[in-house]
């Protein structure tokens, strides 16, 4: 298995077609081709690339491209025929097999049929997953991240495996705080990875659950149906008693709860579920990811019912079609920063990298400028740091240890090129790191610093 291919900034279709053409010419025959970041919505086309427009380019290697959300994915013909999807796969249950007018399969897949398809796709290299993984921590050290919390994929094993061993080796320099896909739960079950680490380094502290889809691929669930396709109010991946199946399960095994939910279909869904297994005391801290689309009476509930959530503010940079999306009266409850923070939610903020840039001041320059929509929502510095510091370690157990400079605390720090406590927002994106502590160890420091 080779490094993924990286599609992100491709402009049409033709541009996909480029670098993947570029990247089969060296890839052995019979090797999967896996791609990430296309975006229909950054295509001149405007839409859905399919296998018709890249089965020319290799008869020899299955191709599997997943959309910059990770929620759908092109396949080519090669790929199908290798994972059975055939004329007979047909959408249920929150998996989707896209068909043309004349139903015949388009090459798109969406939600959980992309994980399921992820979940098939083997060999991947070992060493080339922990050298990923470093790579990957030297981009966050960088940028300044002193832990990450860190959404395993439907390879898990083998990722955890990777981050095991180098833990093991000592060549770790960040915090990890783990979660698996739902389907892990199992193995937590069986005990196998809880008697392993759980150090201040690195801790298993649950899984991550996809309750929607993505607002991009309008898979995300909605009450009312989308304001640019009205026959479609997006995928509900789970029933509420599954996924309160999930959560009394993970509960029982002293595990967190990570439900990825953007839609309000989905938020309300999630908050019935957490509320409905924890009755007002969410001592294992199950939290809501996104929690795109939430009104005011939800974020009451929230509250209520003890549910953090981790935001991405950088999203309302992104989400350049918001108002298609959803029209204007639903603009106001999209990423309400503020009201989450004003109405006692403990909100953490993250990245959703690589959907996003992984760059947390980026996240806090975005929850400061806001989107056009809602300048209410508008966060200042303090509330802004909040995100990342100290309600970040709330969201991942880690109160008392980490979030705050004090001391008693662990040394991890991260020290800016200027002063950000009265800076103008449009100047907070220029800030760079100078150096990343982690534990009292130097992670990251800018070149020529001693
Ligand atoms: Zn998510």
């Known amino acids: 298995m080779r490094r993924i291919l990286d599609l992100t900034g491709t402009s049409n279709v033709t541009a996909l077609r480029l670098r993947l053409f570029a990247k089969v010419n060296k890839v052995p025959k019979g090797e999967w081709v896996i791609g990430r970041g296309w975006d229909q919505e950054g295509f001149t086309e405007r839409r859905y690339p399919s296998r018709d427009d890249i089965d020319d380019l290799t008869r020899d290697n299955p191709v599997f491209l997943t959309r910059v959300c990770g929620h759908v994915a092109l396949l080519n013909s090669v790929a199908m025929n290798q994972l059975g999807i055939d004329d007979g796969s047909t959408s249920e249950e929150g998996s989707v097999f896209e068909k043309d007018s004349r139903g015949r399969l388009t090459g798109i897949i969406k939600e959980r049929a992309v994980e399921e398809a992820l979940g098939e796709i083997r060999p991947w290299n070992d060493e080339l997953i922990e050298a990923d993984i470093l790579a990957g921590e030297y981009e966050a050290a960088k940028n300044g991240l002193t832990s ?49 680490v759980d150090d201040g380094m690195l801790k298993i502290l649950g899984v991550k659950v996809y309750a929607d889809g993505s607002l991009g691929a309008r898979t995300a669930a909605l009450r009312e149906p989308y304001s640019d396709d009205p026959t479609n109010s997006g995928v509900l991946r789970y029933t509420g008693e599954e996924l309160e ?61 003890g549910i953090g959530v981790c935001v991405q503010p950088h999203f309302a940079i992104s989400d350049t079609w918001a108002l298609e999306r959803l029209g204007e009266g639903r603009l106001r409850w ?83 090129d200027s002063d950000i406590r009265n800076i103008h927002p449009a100047m907070l994106r220029k800030v760079g790191v100078a150096a990343t502590v982690v534990n009292g160890q130097v992670a990251y420091s800018y070149e020529g610093l001693p």
């Open 334 to 416: 999209l990423y309400p920063l503020k009201s989450l923070l004003k109405g006692g939610v403990t909100a953490s903020g993250g990245s959703d990298a690589p959907v996003e840039p992984v760059n947390p001041i980026l996240g806090m320059w975005a929850a400061m400028v806001g989107a056009d929509y809602s300048p209410e929502e508008r966060l200042d510095v303090h509330e802004a740091l909040r995100l990342y510091t100290k309600n970040a370690a709330l969201n991942g157990f880690d109160e008392g240890n980490l979030g705050e400079i004090r001391e008693g605390f662990l040394a991890d720090l991260t020290i800016l």
């Open 148 to 196: 990450l919390h860190c959404i395993l994929s439907s390879n898990y094993e083998q990722e955890l495996k990777a981050l095991l061993s180098l833990h093991a080796k000592g060549e770790l320099a960040l915090r990890y705080r783990i979660y698996l896909p739902v389907a892990g739960l199992e193995k937590l079950e069986e005990g196998e990875s809880r008697q392993r």
């Open 245 to 305: 199946e999930i959560l009394r399960k993970a509960d029982s095994l002293g595990k967190q709860v990570l439900i990825h939910a953007i839609g309000d279909a989905a938020v309300s869904q999630a908050i019935d579920a957490i509320e409905s297994i924890t009755r007002g005391k969410n001592e294992r801290r199950h939290r809501i990811e996104h929690c795109s689309l939430c009104n005011g009476e939800m974020i009451t509930r929230l509250k209520e019912a």
